[in-house]
């Protein structure tokens, strides 16, 4: 079975970031077991170019909050929750197999969360690239950490939206938008073939 939220908060919109852990702790208490995450991101990387599909396999919180600040309900999960392996690898794995099935590309990089809602400088964008960022985003990483501290597997897909700042000649949420709904159809694709082999390997 399967529960899809439509939607998200954002650190940007002004809710308290403990608040964003709720959705996620919603599902594991209705039983889900694993947690896949998409967002739309800017990329880092020339050639992975707007309306690429990124695997995320690792993540930076560059915004300077967690979702998990405040006291902590062991009931739910650990004070200090080990990130080792924040991205399933087994689920990877899948991913990767699902792609291969499907006929789609599947870039793979680390994923750099930052508050905005501002989009970046282009200096910026340069110290993430030195960073080890391939992708830029204003979400994703808040509920990974909820998922993880609770115990659910993450994977996680990102879409590119545009390059980053200084990158492409300049940035408009009109166009990312434009963009994202392009690639719908080959993320559903992709999400229909790695549900097919959860159900299978359950
Ligand atoms: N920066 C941050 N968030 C984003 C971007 C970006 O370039 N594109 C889509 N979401």
Do not use: K
């Amino acid at each position: 079975r399967v529960a899809c939220l439509q939607g998200r908060f954002h650190a940007y919109e002004g809710y308290d970031p403990s608040i964003l852990a709720l959705p996620v702790r919603a599902l594991q208490a209705a039983g889900c077991e694993t947690l896949i995450l998409t967002c739309a991101a800017g990329s880092l990387q020339e050639e992975m170019r707007p309306g690429s599909l990124m695997l995320v396999t690792d993540h930076i919180n560059w915004s300077g909050v967690s979702p998990l600040v405040g006291p902590n309900d062991e009931r739910v999960g650990p004070r200090f929750v080990d990130l080792s392996r924040a991205y399933d690898p087994a689920l990877q794995v899948i991913a990767r197999i699902a792609a291969n099935e499907s006929g789609i590309e599947l870039h793979e990089g680390v994923y750099i969360w930052c508050l905005g809602p501002n989009f970046e400088t282009p200096a910026e964008i340069r110290a993430f690239h030195m960073l080890g960022a391939d992708a830029v985003g204003m979400s994703t990483v808040p509920e990974c950490l909820a998922a993880v501290h609770c115990g659910l597997r993450v994977m996680a897909i990102a879409v590119m939206v545009n390059l980053a700042a200084g990158m492409q000649a300049n940035l408009s949420h009109v166009d990312t938008l434009a963009i994202g709904r392009e690639v719908v159809p080959q993320l559903g694709m992709l999400l229909e073939t790695v549900m097919t082999h959860l159900v299978r390997d359950a």
